[in-house]
């Protein structure tokens, strides 16, 4: 069962920069860890509060909510990796890692704007053809940094990165949101996995009660 709908936010409140914006879009997005930590640039649509995930588990694509009242903080994150690259930052004197062929068809690619990750890795690697890139941010480090979180609030309950995703559907289905809509923002294939969470809720008879309560 997931937390209290309620801690989410102290668990978000205990991290670093820039883990605090990566549990944020887990939970008011719905992305799984891996998919936040693979956002780029040009992923983020603020006038219509939409993100697009890409190549998603089962390699699907889909869309799901930008926050409204994140999309000040995601603004300035965004900004600020603009900056830097404008301002021929270190860190972003190196390319980053491209899907597919996309470096050789477009060798600048990995260097503009649009295809910054919004959470680049502090350390260098290489790529399959051995040039030095800039991957993402490793997922192992958000899940260390969230579990440490968790500790210092003292939860008393199992719970990790997906909890922040467990707990974005259980609170659009508490709230009255159609499950096959809530389906297509997690990117579940079955409707089954998306039922899941109505159980979870005391509503796994589509909120049939008996006649005495």
């Known amino acids: 069962m997931p937390w209290c709908f309620y801690t989410p936010m102290c668990i978000i409140g205990k991290l670093r920069h820039p883990d605090h914006i990566i549990a944020s879009l887990m939970y008011g997005s719905g992305l799984r860890v891996t998919e936040a930590c693979r956002l780029r640039i040009k992923d983020l649509y603020f006038n219509q509060q939409v993100i697009t995930v890409l190549d998603g588990k089962g390699a699907k694509d889909r869309t799901t909510l930008l926050p409204g009242t994140f999309i000040a903080e995601l ?14 930052d270190p860190e972003f004197q190196h390319p980053v890692s491209l899907p597919h062929a996309l470096s050789r068809k477009y060798p600048n ?10 959470f680049s890795s502090p350390s260098l690697s290489s790529d ?30 199992p ?18 949101n159609d499950i096959r809509k809530v389906q297509n923002l997690l990117g579940h294939a079955d409707l089954r996995t998306t039922q899941i969470y109505t159980h979870v809720l005391g509503q ?10």
């Open 75 to 88: 603004k300035s994150h965004a900004d600020n990796i603009c900056k830097a690259l404008k301002q021929k």
């Open 159 to 176: 719970a990790g990165c997906h909890t922040f995703r467990h707990s974005f559907a259980t609170e659009l289905l508490k709230r009255g």
């Open 109 to 118: 690619a990995g260097l503009s704007l649009e295809w910054q990750w919004l």
């Open 128 to 157: 399959n053809l051995g040039n030095i890139t800039r991957h993402h941010r490793h997922i192992t480090s958000v899940q260390r940094s969230v579990r440490n979180a968790v500790k210092q609030a003292c939860i008393g309950k």
């Open 204 to 213: 796994g008879f589509a909120g049939v009660r008996s006649p005495l309560g």
